[in-house]
């Protein structure tokens, strides 16, 4: 499928899945070797990265746990601007090391607030990876510590990601055609 159409927009091919699953492995291979003996709670962000993370799941070999929250559509205003609250990250993470994964990082407030409430919680560290991340976009110092592919400026559909509810089932990824 080159193209395909979801509501009223046209999107075509951009990234191909075989070459988002070579990606995927590169992340799980680097977090093999970083985060061996350090026991992390992978921290799914829904709704937009269980693809992600599902990937990247079956391809840590280490001792690892899995955890997935939300962010309310609640917003109120905070340091970085609009903030959205993070919900169902109910067990203590105390002294844990805490790995965030993002679907994509675009203007970097969206992580950049979730890393600040995690912290709030008292884990030993906190690292974000993430599928996609837009450099072009992205203003923001936003530290990423594993990142899958960059990509440009554009708005994207599939592999998780959405437009208004549709194409999160769409295994390659695809970019609007104006
Ligand atoms: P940020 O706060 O970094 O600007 O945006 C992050 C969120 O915006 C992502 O978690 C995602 O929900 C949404 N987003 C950003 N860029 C895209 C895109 O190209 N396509 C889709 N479907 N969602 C995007």
């Given at each position: 499928m080159s193209r395909v159409k979801l509501l009223d927009r046209e999107f075509e091919l951009s990234i191909p899945e075989e070459k988002l699953l070579k990606a995927v492995d590169q992340v799980a291979e680097k977090m093999n070797k970083e985060l061996e003996g350090k026991n992390p709670l992978m921290v799914c962000v829904l709704n937009g990265s269980f693809m992600f993370a599902s990937d990247l799941m079956k391809r840590l070999t280490i001792p690892c746990e899995i955890s997935f929250v939300k962010l309310s559509s609640y917003s109120g205003t905070g340091s970085t601007g609009q903030v959205k609250e993070l919900i169902g990250?109910?067990?203590?993470?105390?002294?844990r090391t805490i790995v965030l994964l993002e679907d994509i990082v675009d203007t970097g407030l969206t992580i950049i607030n979730t890393v600040e409430q995690v912290k709030q919680m008292g884990p030993a560290d906190v690292k974000v990876a993430t599928m996609l991340f837009k450099p072009d976009a992205c203003k923001r110092d936003v530290k990423l510590d594993y990142v899958g592919m960059d990509i440009p400026n554009d708005f994207i559909v599939g592999y998780g990601l959405d437009y208004d509810g549709y194409g999160r089932n769409l295994k390659d990824i695809y970019t609007v055609v104006e």
């Open positions: 990250l109910n067990e203590d993470i105390s002294g």
